[in-house]
């Protein structure tokens, strides 16, 4: 019966170009290699452990120094280019020289197209939304000791991993110095971003991702505004590598608008940067931001998704 065949021919025809439409719908980046490499969660929460038994690690403090040696003989051990970008700044209440510094931690130090991944080094000096003791011990296991101790596992896999760009880990130091709402934020990224701006280096930033408060037991991250607004490109693609990884801590919505050390490399240094943070922490600015408050699985999701992130990033192209 020739009638039959015409439907026939026109399921054929039908199925063909919903392949061929399938295919160009399909994002080039869908076949991005998925990694063989992942964090060791048990490993990361070792370094946050190690990081926190420090105490606190105030700009200009003990602490803070014992911190930069910490940091300084674990990158030195895989052979990364380490520099120090120190300057002094006032301290907000006596008004005396505190010593800032600024680690810069290169991989494949000679590309000249380079990705920046950024966290605070400093902890705040009080716990000043703890409820019983606003003059506390502020340790920052979340809030200081998450971005430190997951740059620490991302160094046993950049070496494996072929990332699109050059990466330099930055720790920032002074990023809350403060004793009252009227003392300064993010002194350390202000100083790094002006630099940038006024003594162009031989390469360029073309991207970074800042990490603050990764770290948290429930992790949840969300899209965070100011990152939108001024780095939507870089933003959306963390989460979209995210989503194809299927990592449901990163949700793919804007929640929180958030002051942070990724609005000087923004606005000064024209880098455009997104903040990776946990604004739902609970423990954020009591004594509670403990190692206990954190887990390792949280640190080692957001180690995997920045691994990955690296490896397939492309921005303006
Ligand atoms: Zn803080």
Aim: proline share 5%; hydrophobic share 40%; with cysteine.
């Amino acid at each position: 019966m020739p009638s039959l065949k015409a439907p026939s021919d026109r399921v054929t025809t039908f199925v063909v170009s919903l392949v061929v439409l399938l295919a160009v719908m399909l994002p080039a980046t869908s076949f991005a290699q998925q990694l063989n490499v992942t964090c060791d969660a048990g490993r990361a929460f070792g370094y946050l452990e190690q990081v926190c038994r420090i105490g606190p690690r105030i700009s200009g403090s003990d602490g803070m120094l014992k911190q930069q040696q910490l940091i300084i003989e674990h990158f030195q051990k895989f052979g990364c280019e380490i520099r120090a970008q120190s300057f002094d700044a006032a301290h907000p209440v006596n008004g005396q020289p505190v010593r800032m510094t600024n680690l810069i931690v290169s991989w494949n130090p000679r590309a000249k197209d380079r990705v920046l991944l950024c966290c605070h080094y400093d902890t705040r000096p009080y716990p000043d939304r703890d409820f019983f003791r606003p003059r506390g011990t502020f340790i920052g296991a979340n809030d200081g000791g998450s971005g430190v101790a997951l740059f620490m596992e991302l160094a046993h896999h950049l070496r494996q991993i072929q990332p699109t760009y050059g990466v330099d880990f930055v720790f920032f130091d002074g990023e809350e110095l403060v004793y009252s709402d009227r003392d300064k934020y993010f002194l350390g990224s202000e100083y790094f971003a002006t630099w940038y701006r006024d003594h162009p280096p031989e390469y360029r930033y073309v991207c970074g991702v800042l990490l603050d408060m990764v770290g948290g037991r429930r992790l949840k991250l969300y899209q965070e505004r100011n990152s939108v607004k001024l780095a939507r490109e870089v933003t959306q693609s963390v989460w979209d590598t995210a989503k194809r990884m299927r990592i449901r801590e990163f949700i793919d919505r804007v929640k929180h608008e958030v002051r942070d050390d990724h609005l000087p490399l923004n606005q000064i240094a024209r880098i455009p940067t997104c903040d990776l943070i946990d604004f739902d922490y609970s423990a954020w600015h009591t004594t509670k931001d403990l190692p206990s408050a954190c887990s390792g699985e949280s640190l080692a999701t957001v180690g995997n998704v920045l691994l990955q992130w690296l490896t397939e990033v492309r921005i303006g192209e």
